[in-house]
């Protein structure tokens, strides 16, 4: 089993920070210890993977939490710190070997690992890198009794494999005088032979780039998840949330008269998944769909329906209701009188209704999901102060929200900031609101949003 067991204490090294770098045992410890004991310099974005109510603060104090493992044998634990469980815990893993505990240590990556993975150093020579602990006297010393001279070249890596990494080049007289960032490493002669052949990461177009995501929570992992495989930091921040729909028995009404429609029309993964929700609590499944073809607008759309074993007829090519109200008519040709169902949100554009109801077609709009206001106003104030590169606008919903939170000055507090846009519909809104957008996606997927943005990026570092 992967699952954390009863009694047992896991020392877990959680990487240089991103989620997507914590082996597969350490994901699995996480998502399943009663309770885990977290360094501070743990990243926010692994300690967000865990529920709050599992998580507490690792001081370092061995002793202390030693002697309280003694008297709670029943639960599994964890404590977990960056990079590699061991050095940094291994007073606790002697602590327990010696009472006879039942611990399993949880390998990470360490920031040596890090380091040559992602700033080019090289790993055949380790007597040549070291790692701040927390100063360099060790590392200068044996430097030195390698006969390395004090003018010798060294690079210095902070922060390896994470948005925040930075490279220096300093000498081994400067680097004795000089404080050790945590888990900073640093490589003299032949580590650093070829390192500049081999930076990959911090050349890529989004690197250190901080990119503020405003979609919804559900939505946020597989964004997130991308800005960070461009070397960016992602910044979650939903302005809006999806919660049932104020009137479930139309839901329900229109689930009992499926048999009805000619025509079922969903213009979002969102109501694909509202509409499911409903069908599922029925007792139902997409046998329901049988007499009804499908339309869906775009390429995530249709994908989420045929997770659920529906092929759409119908799909547009662009997340646009322009696009999908012409594919409609295109494909339905002369046919006219048809009954449509579209399942959507509580308030949507009605160009797409409009459209067809113009048609000939009797459509039916149920809204399965509602979109509210997702209160962070103080914490998106925050982190505007801090600096942002980069904010990410999915829907119109997210820029009116986002406009509500900051007030009549939004756009002078993202004076600098880049503004990117899934589409031409979001971008309208924004520009309604005052934005300047630089960037408009010309795939209106979350994957195609954050393409544009590095496409924006390699062209602005270039120019």
Same mark, same amino acid.
């Given at each position: 089993?992967?699952?954390?067991?009863?009694?047992?204490?896991?020392?877990?090294?959680?990487?240089?920070?991103?989620?997507?770098?914590?082996?597969?045992?350490?994901?699995?410890?996480?998502?399943?210890?009663?309770?885990?004991?977290?360094?501070?310099?743990?990243?926010?974005?692994?300690?967000?993977?865990?529920?709050?109510?599992?998580?507490?603060?690792?001081?370092?104090?061995?002793?202390?939490?030693?002697?309280?493992? $003694?008297?709670?044998?029943?639960?599994?634990?964890?404590?977990?710190?960056?990079?590699?469980?061991?050095? %940094?815990?291994?007073?606790?893993?002697?602590?327990?070997?010696?009472?006879?505990?039942?611990?399993?240590?949880?390998?990470?990556?360490?920031?040596?690992?890090?380091?040559?993975?992602?700033?080019?150093?090289?790993?055949?020579?380790?007597?040549?890198?070291?790692?701040?602990?927390?100063?360099?006297?060790?590392?200068?010393?044996?430097?030195?009794?390698?006969?390395?001279?004090?003018?010798?070249?060294?690079?210095?890596? $902070?922060?390896?494999?994470?948005?925040?990494?930075?490279?220096?080049?300093?000498?081994?007289?400067?680097?004795?005088?000089?404080? %050790?960032?945590?888990?900073?490493?640093?490589?003299?002669?032949?580590?650093?032979?070829?390192?500049?052949?081999?930076?990959?990461?911090?050349?890529?177009?989004?690197?250190?780039?901080?990119?503020?995501?405003?979609?919804?929570?559900?939505?946020?992992?597989?964004?997130?998840?991308?800005?960070?495989?461009?070397?960016?930091?992602?910044? %979650?921040?939903?302005?809006? %949330?999806?919660?049932?729909?104020?009137?479930?028995?139309?839901?329900?009404?229109?689930?009992?008269?499926?048999?009805?429609?000619?025509?079922?029309?969903?213009?979002?993964?969102?109501?694909? *998944?509202?509409?499911?929700?409903?069908?599922?609590?029925?007792?139902?499944?997409?046998?329901?769909?049988?007499?009804?073809?499908?339309?869906?607008?775009?390429?995530?759309?249709?994908?989420?329906? $045929?997770?659920?074993?529906?092929?759409?007829?119908?799909?547009?090519?662009?997340?646009?209701?322009?696009?999908?109200?012409?594919?409609?008519?295109?494909?339905?040709?002369?046919?006219?009188?048809?009954?449509?169902?579209?399942?959507?949100?509580?308030?949507?554009?009605?160009?797409?209704?409009?459209?067809?109801?113009?048609?000939?077609?009797?459509?039916?709009?149920?809204?399965?999901?509602?979109?509210?206001?997702?209160?962070?106003?103080?914490?998106?104030?925050?982190?505007? $102060?801090?600096?942002?590169?980069?904010?990410?606008?999915?829907?119109?919903?997210?820029?009116?929200?986002?406009?509500?939170?900051?007030?009549?000055?939004?756009?002078?507090?993202?004076?600098?900031?880049?503004?990117?846009?899934?589409?031409?519909?979001?971008?309208?809104?924004?520009?309604?609101?005052?934005?300047?957008?630089?960037?408009?996606?010309?795939?209106?997927?979350?994957?195609?949003?954050? *393409?544009?943005?590095?496409?924006?990026?390699?062209?602005?570092?270039?120019?």
């Amino acid at each position: 089993m992967n699952e954390a067991r009863p009694g047992w204490t896991y020392l877990v090294g959680t990487g240089p920070g991103d989620p997507e770098q914590l082996t597969v045992r350490a994901a699995a410890i996480l998502a399943s210890a009663e309770r885990i004991w977290f360094a501070d310099a743990v990243s926010a974005d692994v300690v967000g993977m865990t529920p709050t109510e599992r998580i507490a603060t690792w001081h370092g104090n061995a002793a202390g939490w030693l002697e309280w493992r $003694a008297t709670h044998d029943a639960p599994a634990v964890a404590i977990a710190v960056p990079g590699a469980p061991l050095p %940094a815990l291994n007073p606790v893993l002697e602590g327990l070997v010696r009472m006879r505990a039942r611990v399993e240590v949880v390998s990470g990556i360490g920031p040596v690992t890090a380091a040559a993975s992602y700033a080019g150093l090289d790993v055949q020579d380790p007597r040549r890198l070291g790692v701040g602990t927390p100063d360099w006297t060790d590392t200068v010393t044996r430097w030195r009794d390698l006969g390395h001279d004090s003018d010798d070249e060294v690079v210095v890596v $902070a922060h390896p494999g994470t948005a925040r990494q930075q490279s220096r080049t300093t000498t081994l007289a400067a680097l004795q005088e000089a404080q %050790a960032p945590a888990g900073a490493v640093a490589a003299i002669g032949r580590a650093c032979d070829r390192r500049e052949h081999r930076r990959w990461f911090d050349r890529w177009p989004l690197f250190g780039r901080r990119v503020l995501v405003t979609r919804p929570e559900h939505q946020l992992p597989a964004t997130t998840a991308e800005i960070r495989r461009r070397g960016a930091e992602p910044l %979650a921040h939903p302005t809006i %949330a999806l919660r049932p729909p104020p009137e479930p028995d139309r839901v329900l009404s229109a689930l009992d008269r499926m048999g009805d429609y000619d025509l079922v029309v969903f213009t979002s993964p969102n109501g694909v *998944d509202g509409w499911w929700r409903a069908l599922e609590e029925a007792g139902r499944d997409a046998r329901a769909f049988r007499h009804a073809e499908v339309a869906a607008i775009g390429s995530v759309t249709a994908a989420r329906l $045929a997770e659920h074993g529906v092929v759409p007829d119908i799909v547009a090519p662009r997340f646009v209701a322009e696009e999908l109200a012409t594919a409609i008519l295109d494909a339905w040709g002369t046919r006219r009188g048809g009954k449509v169902l579209l399942p959507r949100a509580l308030v949507a554009r009605e160009v797409l209704p409009a459209t067809l109801r113009a048609h000939g077609f009797t459509v039916d709009v149920v809204p399965v999901y509602e979109t509210v206001p997702a209160p962070n106003a103080d914490a998106l104030r925050r982190t505007i $102060a801090e600096g942002v590169d980069a904010v990410l606008f999915t829907s119109s919903s997210t820029v009116d929200h986002f406009i509500a939170a900051l007030g009549p000055a939004t756009a002078s507090l993202l004076a600098t900031t880049t503004v990117a846009s899934i589409g031409p519909i979001t971008t309208a809104t924004a520009e309604r609101h005052g934005l300047r957008v630089a960037v408009t996606a010309a795939t209106s997927t979350s994957l195609g949003l954050v *393409d544009a943005l590095e496409e924006h990026f390699s062209r602005t570092a270039k120019a």
